[in-house]
């Protein structure tokens, strides 16, 4: 993060859990309020057990808010007020307890009923041992919060207070500084008035009427780009293969099947400002699908299937001519030669960026919620650092406006 960054006036309420790394709670508030936010702290009966009220309030320079109940708290601020005065509530460490409570939206203190009733974005940094992490309950409550719109920072990987080793150590305090000034920007209307096209997801091409070529798209990335593009004010399309993911809020939604029917889809969806092809679009489909199931007949061996070309939307949509978008973005999903493979589809597909990840065995980046994206563009390559989908979704938008503006 630049040292120069500034959060002047920014208003951070910080609910800190009760876990070891809350120390590190002392040392953001210290490195928010460097920066000019203004802080807020509620601290849960279990938080109490790792840090002080008085640390947390001399830090902040504000009193703690402690009890849902506590009259003079109320009578100075109330807890709806509370959660609706901030900006951004932050949670570190949210403990697998608090995660669960925001999932299930229970209210039962101060800081499950404030995450229940903000009406803004809340970024949770999550802390506790591996094996809490890694349960499927835990796995489960991330999934949904994800879902809801929650934004997350970490865990990082590491050795625990507790010994063991992996995933469920809080991010650093200047890690979490990074979400949190991340977590500020979007809701700028960067694109108020502009028309969006994103595809995502895999497609399906029919072998017979029961069985299809697919790949393992899960549409994640696509659907959090679509998403993050409404949030910034745009009129935004979204035409998806067949994905077992919600569709995003505020976006009209087209479902296709084949890369075909994709195809068009967005010629329909045309003209737009930006096309964002996310899509894992089959390079190719069955030259002449079956009318009925193909049946095994015995003697004659497994059928043969011709396959033929399906035509290449980023391609169709890039070639120059009047209703040819301002801003063309290709996708690069790749198991090797990243960049390489990325300028030779700038090139060949005429796109004005690509952005290229890495989809290997071993990365998870395929399905998973969690992506390393290169930019790729003739004048330009830059790397970005390991993102949730969400957050590589936002930071796009914020550069996609940018560019569009030059
Ligand atoms: N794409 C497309 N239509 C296709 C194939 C791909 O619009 N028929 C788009 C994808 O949405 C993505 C970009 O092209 O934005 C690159 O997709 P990718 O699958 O990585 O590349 P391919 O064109 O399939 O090239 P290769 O098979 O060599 O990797």
Redesign the pocket.
């Known amino acids: 993060m630049e040292q120069g960054l500034t959060l002047e006036g920014k208003r951070i309420l910080l609910i800190i859990g009760g876990g070891i790394a809350a120390y590190k709670s002392l040392d953001l508030i210290r490195r928010l309020r460097e920066r000019g936010a203004i802080v807020r702290a509620v601290l849960t009966a279990a938080g109490k057990q790792f840090v002080t009220p008085l640390s947390v309030a001399s830090l902040t320079g504000n009193p703690v808010h402690e009890d849902l109940f506590c009259l003079t708290e109320e009578i100075e601020m109330g807890h709806i007020e509370l959660s609706r005065s901030a900006d951004l509530l932050v949670v570190a460490p949210a403990t697998a307890d608090l995660l669960a409570k925001a999932a299930a939206g229970i209210a039962n203190d101060l800081a499950s009923t404030i995450l229940l009733a903000t009406d803004k974005r809340v970024l949770m940094a999550p802390a506790m041992n591996v094996r809490m992490w890694h349960h499927p309950a835990t796995v489960r409550n991330v999934a949904q919060l994800r879902e809801d719109g929650l934004l997350f920072v970490g865990p990082s990987d590491g050795e625990m207070a507790c010994g063991e080793y992996g995933p469920g150590r809080m991010s650093e305090p200047m890690e979490i500084l990074t979400s949190i000034a991340a977590a500020l920007q979007p809701t700028s209307q960067v694109l108020a008035g502009r028309r969006v096209i994103v ?1 995502s997801g895999p497609t399906h091409e029919p072998i017979d009427p029961v069985r299809y070529i697919a790949n393992r798209s899960s549409g994640r990335q696509g659907h959090a780009i679509a998403a993050a593009a409404a949030q910034a004010g745009a009129n935004v399309t979204l035409v998806t293969g067949p994905v077992s993911i919600p569709d995003p809020v505020g976006v009209s939604v087209v479902r296709v099947e084949t ?1 075909k029917e994709m195809l068009a889809a967005v010629k329909a969806s045309l003209p737009a400002d930006i096309f964002i ?7 190719w489909g069955i030259e002449d699908p079956v009318a009925g199931k193909i049946k095994k007949e015995r003697g004659s061996g497994p059928p043969v299937l011709a396959l033929v070309e ?6 169709e949509v890039s070639r120059p001519g009047e209703g040819r978008p301002s801003l063309v973005v ?5 198991t090797g030669n990243l960049i390489g ?1 990325a300028l030779s ?1 700038l090139q060949r ?1 005429g796109c004005d960026l690509i952005v290229a990840n890495d989809v290997g065995p071993g990365t998870g980046v395929m399905g998973g919620s969690k992506n390393t994206v290169h930019l790729i563009s003739s004048d330009q390559q830059e790397a970005w650092p390991l993102l949730d989908k969400g957050e590589v979704a936002r930071r796009l938008i914020q550069r996609f406006a940018g560019m569009l503006g030059k």
């Open positions: 595809t890369a092809g996310a899509a894992a679009v089959a390079d399906n035509p290449d939307i980023l391609a290709g996708f690069a999903a790749e493979h589809k597909k």
